[in-house]
């Protein structure tokens, strides 16, 4: 079982968010391909939507209608989701707005210059990736100590990730999550913890979308 519940408030640079724990394996609501995967194996994706749009409008969102709206308009891919399918389909359907967003179906991009620019100037928010597969939000920028770097808030909380750990310069005290340790053979074992909200290098975040703010 996971220890923290599926959901929590923190504090995100002194917004409080309701952050949505993908670990929990609670959140047993479909995303599935041609599959039976749900929220909790499959849902970074929406839980990264979900984090942007309340970042932007303030307002909690319910990740099992927009995990709903992308299964229904192809945004759930065979290995997750598929961002700008997903991203353009918010757009057609007008549901952006909802999400306080626009979208210039611009796909998958990479220029962290571009990137930095854009969440120090406040135009808006970034999904992407920060190791390959998953998907975690992006809501600001900062230099400190002469590094550039970038505020993540992260549905599977991978702040002591092998890919992730060595690029994270700052952990948001607060964002604590505590999940169950099972081996190989599925016993618990222990627990751990590791955090939601934390600021990598800059140079890290790879295959990213912009989120406009409107």
Known sequence: MSITDVSKEILVNGRKITFFNQRNKNWTHSYAYHNTENLSSAGCGIFSLCHCAQWLTGQ???PEKW?????????????????????HALMTTGMNSL???????DGLRNDVDILYDFLLNGDGVSMCNLRVGHIVALVAAREKDGVKQVLAIDSYSESAAEKVRNHVLEVLPGSEVTYAVKNENGLVVGESTAYAAFWVDAKLPRDFNLLHRI
């Open 60 to 62: 909690v969102q319910t």
């Open 67 to 87: 995990a709903d709206f992308s299964c229904a308009n192809g945004g759930r891919g065979d290995d997750g989701t598929d961002r700008p399918a997903l991203l």
């Open 99 to 105: 999400l306080g967003f626009r979208y210039e179906d």
